[in-house]
C-alpha cells in the first residue's frame, strides 16, 4: 500500500526506489536471527561523534586522541555491569519490561503440540516457544520476546530471561570489553624513526567562504 502510494505521489520517486531495492528499507526483508529489527547505521554515527574533534587534529595527534577518547569509553563501558545482577542488559531489560505490560491484554491458547494461539482485540497469531518465534515476526527478527510471546511464556509459567537471546545479556557484554586498548607513552618518549617523515599535502586556498 506505501508503495502504490509513492507510485501515484511521484513516478520518478518510486522508480528510483524500486531500483534502489526494497529490501533495503522494509522490515518485511529483515531475515530471522540478526539480533536487530531497524535499517540503521547509528554504529557509525555514534563513532564519528565521538572523534568529531580529533577529526580536525593533525594526523598523530588524530589517532592519539582517537585513541585515549576510545580507551576511556571502553573502560567506562565495562563497568556498566559490573555488579549488576541482572541477567540482561539495562536497554534489554527496558524492553522486556515494556513487552510485559502490553502483553496484559494478550489472551493465550494452548492446544495440542508446541505452538500457542495469541488473540490480541480482533487479531490472531500464532507463538512456537520451542521455535522462538511468532507470526508477528518481531521476535524472530529482534531475538527479544514480543508481548504475544511473553504472554504464552508466562502461561507456561516458563522464565522470560531464557528465551531472549545470549547476545542480549550480562556475560556477552562483558566479552565484548574484555580485551582493553593498550595504554601509550607520550611523544617525548617514542622511538626515533630512520625513515622521511611524513609531510602534509600541499596547501590549496579553496574557493569561498571557509568550511570545516
Known amino acids: 500500500m506505501a508503495i502504490e502510494g509513492m507510485k501515484k505521489e511521484s513516478t520518478d520517486a518510486y522508480e528510483d526506489f524500486m531500483r534502489q531495492g526494497p529490501e533495503h528499507f522494509y522490515r518485511a526483508f ?19 561523534a565521538y572523534i568529531r574533534k580529533q577529526r580536525e587534529m593533525p594526523i598523530v595527534d588524530m589517532l592519539e586522541g582517537m585513541k585515549t577518547t576510545l580507551m576511556v ?10 555488579g549488576s545482577r541482572d541477567e540482561l542488559c539495562p536497554r534489554i531489560r527496558v524492553k522486556v519490561e515494556e513487552a510485559k505490560t502490553k502483553s496484559r ?24 516457544l520451542k521455535g522462538r518465534t511468532c507470526a ?9 520476546p514480543c508481548s ?3 504472554s504464552c511464556i508466562n502461561y507456561m509459567k516458563y522464565e522470560v530471561n531464557h528465551y531472549v537471546d545470549d547476545y542480549f545479556k550480562k556475560d556477552a557484554y562483558e566479552r565484548c570489553y ?18 622521511e617523515p611524513i609531510l602534509p599535502p600541499p596547501f590549496r586556498k579553496l574557493l569561498g567562504r571557509l568550511k570545516k
Request: aromatic content about 10%; some cysteine; hydrophobic content about 35%.
Open 73 to 82: 569509553r571502553t573502560y567506562e563501558r565495562s563497568q556498566l555491569m559490573v
Open 178 to 195: 574484555q580485551l582493553p586498548l593498550p595504554t601509550l607513552n607520550g611523544k617525548k618518549i617514542w622511538p626515533m624513526s630512520i625513515d
Open 105 to 128: 491484554f494478550c489472551v493465550a491458547k494452548p492446544c495440542t503440540g508446541k505452538k500457542i494461539e495469541v488473540e490480541l482485540d480482533d487479531d490472531k497469531f500464532v507463538v512456537d
Open 148 to 150: 504475544h510471546a511473553i
Open 136 to 144: 508477528y515476526r518481531q521476535w524472530d527478527i529482534s531475538d527479544v
Open 30 to 48: 529483515i531475515t530471522a536471527g540478526r539480533n536487530r529489527d531497524t535499517f540503521e547505521n547509528n554504529l557509525s554515527k555514534t563513532f564519528n
